[in-house]
């Protein structure tokens, strides 16, 4: 497979963290993978110090690659996974549960009991996969979330502002699956991302957010300890 830089990857952790540090290019990727009506985010810190145990330890921390809330208040995680991880899915979804208890204990701390589930928003995630986790699926995209098993309804959380969102929803973008003369009837969004993370010549001119974030990985661009 023919790479754009040969030298350097977008899904590197260094320069993943750079490229979702732009609130442009966070907010237009997470627009454009889970469908929702982004206008701005804000990045979070990735890190948790959980105060409780959690097999011996007092206390552990927990660490994600990206965190960002969106103005609509939903938080979204952000995992890049390199290599493939037999039980990724698993701590996928721990990811996303504890943050969610992470975010009901900080309103309590601050005395917001009687507010603390309705003003509480769903945490959404995306995870971007260099190695593909779902071999009985063809799309190298993959959305869920939570739907009636019969009807399709959504299921969303009630808040006391009338604003609604689904329950939950996550994205999985398997990179060695896409195959640009396969995945013709791709969504043309889904397909300049998993070129632009796969590191694979683009086969449309990309967008100006992701000509800001490809600019990212040109070395010259880079600082002195950023090239080291």
């Keep these: ?69 969106l103005d609509s208040g939903v938080e979204v995680i952000i995992e890049i996974q390199v290599l493939k991880q037999e039980y990724f899915l698993n701590r996928f979804h721990y990811y996303l549960a504890n943050q969610l208890v992470e975010n009901v204990q900080r309103k309590r701390k601050k005395g917001a009991t009687h507010s603390m589930y309705q003003e ?9 996969l260099e190695r593909s986790i779902f071999p009985h699926l063809d799309s190298p995209v993959n959305v869920y979330e939570m739907r009636h098993t019969v009807d399709g309804t ?23 699956k896409y195959n640009e003369s396969r995945d013709t009837e791709l969504n043309a969004h889904w397909r300049q991302w998993l070129e632009f993370f796969g590191n694979r010549p683009f086969s449309h001119q990309p967008d100006q957010v992701i000509e800001q974030a490809e600019s990212l990985l040109i070395p010259s661009n880079w600082t002195r300890e950023e090239k080291k």
Excluded: C
Excluded at 120 to 128: M, Q
Excluded at 157 to 170: E, F, I, Q, Y
């Design 1 to 69: 497979m023919k790479k754009r830089h040969e030298y350097v990857s977008p899904t590197l952790d260094l320069m993943a963290k750079k490229i979702f540090s732009l609130p442009d290019v966070t907010a237009k990727f997470i627009r454009e993978v889970l469908d929702l009506p982004v206008e701005s985010v804000e990045i979070l810190e990735g890190d948790q110090i959980h105060e409780q145990g959690f097999l011996g330890d007092l206390p552990f921390e927990t660490s994600v690659d990206v965190r960002a809330r």
């Design 120 to 128: 509480l928003e769903p945490v959404y995630g995306i995870a971007i």
């Design 154 to 176: 959504p299921l969303y959380s009630p808040r006391k502002d009338g604003v609604a969102h689904n329950m939950l929803k996550v994205a999985f973008l398997e990179l060695d």
